[in-house]
C-alpha cells in the first residue's frame, strides 16, 4: 500500500503565511510527480501546483507568486510554501502523487491524501 500523509495547515489572517508538507510511504518504486489540489465548500477540486521528479512546476494561475512549491525525491515529500494568503484561499488541501509501485508496474497509479484544512480568516 501507499499512503500520502499531509501536515501543516490551519488558521491564518489575511495576507500571513503557512505550509503543508506531504510524505508518500509504502512499496514505492518511483515517484513520478507530487501535487496540491484544493477544494473549498461547494466547489470542485482545482489544482494548486505539481512538481516533477525532475524539478519542473506547474502552477494554478490564482497562487503564481505567492505559493512555492518544492519536493524532496530521497523523502518522498513535497511542500507548499503559501504567502499573502487570501479569503479565497480557503480550502481543504489535498496531497496527489503519481507513483509507479514496483519495477514491474507498467503504469503509474495516482494516490491521494486525506486532505488538510487551510482556513484564511480575520
Known amino acids: 500500500q501507499v499512503q500520502l500523509v499531509e501536515s501543516g495547515g490551519g488558521l491564518v489572517q489575511p495576507g500571513g503565511s503557512l505550509s503543508v508538507s506531504c510524505a508518500a510511504s509504502g512499496i514505492i518504486f518511483r515517484v513520478y510527480e507530487m501535487g496540491w489540489y484544493r477544494q473549498a465548500p461547494g466547489k470542485e477540486r482545482e489544482l494548486v501546483a505539481v512538481?516533477?521528479?525532475?524539478?519542473?512546476?506547474n502552477y494554478a494561475d490564482s497562487v503564481k507568486g505567492r505559493f512555492t512549491i518544492s519536493g524532496d525525491n530521497a523523502k518522498k515529500t513535497v511542500y507548499l510554501q503559501m504567502n499573502s494568503l487570501k479569503f479565497e484561499d480557503t480550502a481543504v488541501y489535498y496531497c496527489n502523487a503519481r507513483i509507479r509501485r514496483t519495477a514491474a508496474a507498467v503504469t503509474p497509479t495516482l494516490y491521494w491524501g486525506q486532505g488538510t484544512q487551510v482556513t484564511v480568516s480575520s
Open positions: 512538481i516533477s521528479s525532475d524539478g519542473t512546476t
